[in-house]
């Protein structure tokens, strides 16, 4: 770890602060940063990656981005992402740029008076840059970005999931894992009389067919009722469900 040794300033010995102190400094904290974040990626860890660590989502479709705010990692370095709004046309896609601009608002930190007399912007502020372009131009196109690297990091996936003909999700949690483990939690209300193999919900990631036990309640009595996960579905495989049924689920499996 690299430090300063303080002790030999004293009351009667001063030091000048050299070029190489602050590349010494910068040096120190960016190292912690980049072995930390690698330790807890594991021996995948990939230099030429971009790996989400916060936010960053895109809750437009098609054409249309709308990117949140948010952090990512690359070549050791962490940057912050701005939340940003925009269209694609053409051949264009949604691509990241590292892209440098000066602190000129803190306390007026730039520009800075140098001995020479002249004035010189030293306080960079790197971020990462989500805008339209040529797949390929910046640093790296965002449909390669790693929104799950660390270990029990997950994406939320609840959006993609619709629900079934005369049903109601009263609530949703679908979480999709790094290595491809799937968890949902679910609230269900039907509001007709539901026909067996009717699809309950679907948006799911691929599941391998499979029989699951739930709860649920029909206004009067509570009972046990058995669905199936196939593919992209969830479905009523056996007699009808009444209308006015609520039922809870939770479902994980692994995606195939």
């Given at each position: 770890?690299?430090?300063?040794?303080?002790?030999?300033?004293?009351?009667?010995?001063?030091?000048?602060?050299?070029?190489?102190t602050?590349?010494?400094?910068?040096?120190?904290?960016?190292?912690?940063?980049?072995?930390?974040?690698?330790?807890?990626?594991?021996?995948?860890?990939?230099?030429?990656?971009?790996?989400?660590?916060?936010?960053?989502?895109n809750?437009?479709?098609?054409?249309?981005?709308?990117?949140?705010?948010?952090?990512?990692f690359?070549?050791?370095?962490?940057?912050?992402?701005?939340?940003?709004?925009?269209?694609?046309?053409?051949?264009?896609?949604?691509?990241g740029t590292?892209?440098?601009?000066?602190?000129?608002?803190?306390?007026?930190?730039?520009?800075?008076?140098?001995?020479?007399?002249?004035?010189?912007?030293?306080?960079?502020?790197?971020?990462?840059?989500?805008?339209?372009?040529?797949?390929?131009?910046?640093?790296?196109?965002y449909?390669?970005?790693?929104?799950?690297?660390?270990?029990?990091?997950?994406?939320?996936?609840?959006?993609?999931?619709?629900?079934?003909?005369?049903?109601?999700?009263?609530?949703?949690?679908?979480?999709?894992?790094?290595?491809?483990?799937?968890?949902?939690?679910?609230?269900?209300?039907?509001?007709s009389?539901?026909?067996?193999?009717?699809?309950?919900?679907?948006?799911?990631?691929?599941?391998?067919?499979?029989?699951?036990?739930?709860?649920?309640?029909?206004?009067?009595?509570?009972?046990?009722?058995?669905?199936?996960?196939?593919?992209?579905?969830?479905?009523?495989?056996?007699?009808?469900?009444?209308?006015?049924?609520?039922?809870?689920?939770?479902?994980?499996?692994?995606?195939?």
């Amino acid at each position: 770890m690299r430090k300063i040794d303080e002790s030999k300033i004293t009351s009667d010995k001063s030091m000048f602060f050299k070029q190489g102190t602050w590349t010494h400094l910068q040096k120190a904290y960016k190292e912690i940063t980049e072995e930390t974040i690698k330790s807890l990626i594991g021996s995948s860890y990939d230099a030429t990656k971009v790996y989400v660590l916060n936010g960053c989502v895109n809750s437009g479709s098609g054409s249309s981005f709308n990117i949140s705010a948010g952090s990512v990692f690359y070549a050791g370095e962490v940057y912050l992402v701005d939340a940003t709004t925009f269209t694609t046309s053409g051949g264009n896609v949604a691509v990241g740029t590292i892209t440098t601009t000066n602190n000129t608002t803190d306390y007026s930190a730039d520009p800075c008076l140098f001995t020479d007399g002249t004035y010189e912007n030293v306080h960079n502020i790197r971020k990462f840059v989500i805008a339209g372009g040529a797949t390929g131009s910046g640093t790296k196109n965002y449909s390669a970005f790693d929104f799950y690297p660390f270990a029990f990091n997950f994406k939320d996936i609840s959006s993609n999931i619709t629900a079934g003909t005369n049903i109601t999700i009263s609530a949703i949690i679908a979480r999709q894992y790094f290595d491809g483990s799937i968890a949902i939690w679910a609230i269900i209300t039907t509001t007709s009389n539901i026909a067996a193999d009717s699809d309950l919900i679907s948006g799911i990631p691929n599941a391998a067919p499979n029989s699951f036990s739930c709860h649920a309640w029909d206004g009067s009595t509570k009972f046990n009722i058995n669905l199936y996960a196939v593919l992209s579905h969830i479905q009523n495989p056996f007699g009808v469900i009444n209308s006015g049924t609520q039922i809870a689920f939770y479902l994980t499996y692994r995606q195939v």
